[in-house]
């Protein structure tokens, strides 16, 4: 077997430096959200309740910075925030309907070999 390249995520490999990690839940979410227009952070929080405000605060924020979002401040009383996808941030929108339809082909196989993997973690001690 060849060993592995010491170098493969080498710091400038474009891979390392992905803004939509394949774990990271709430990046993906809030593209969806933002798919059809412009939102405030209270509309996202209907949709993404599970989220935590200061969850949604973060991920906003790294949005903004790696371009996939901008933040609109409005100078009316009380005052207005909306965010919206770049056309950056909208070019993520085909990399989600490719995670969701993999997911959907998938999802049987991965909560099968969940459920057997937990079966056996239960009957073989850990190493």
């Not at 070019?91 to 969701?100: F, G, H, I, N």
């Not at 973690?121 to 850990?126: E, R, T």
Request: proline content about 10%.
């Amino acid at each position: 077997m060849t060993p592995l390249d010491p170098d493969m995520f080498h710091p400038a490999c474009p891979s390392r430096m992905m803004p939509l990690q394949i774990g990271d839940k709430w990046t993906a979410m809030v593209v969806l959200c933002l798919e059809h227009g412009p939102r405030r952070f209270t509309e996202l929080r209907v949709p993404l309740r599970t989220i935590t405000p200061k969850v949604l605060a973060e991920t906003l924020r790294a949005m903004q910075r790696d371009g996939l979002v901008t933040r609109t401040a409005y100078d009316e009383n009380p005052p207005r925030v909306e965010y919206e996808l770049t056309p950056l941030g909208r070019s993520l929108l085909t990399l989600v309907a490719a995670a969701r339809a993999w997911s959907e082909q998938h999802l049987g196989e991965l909560l099968a070999a969940r459920q057997s993997h937990e079966r056996h973690a239960d009957v073989v001690p850990p190493e």
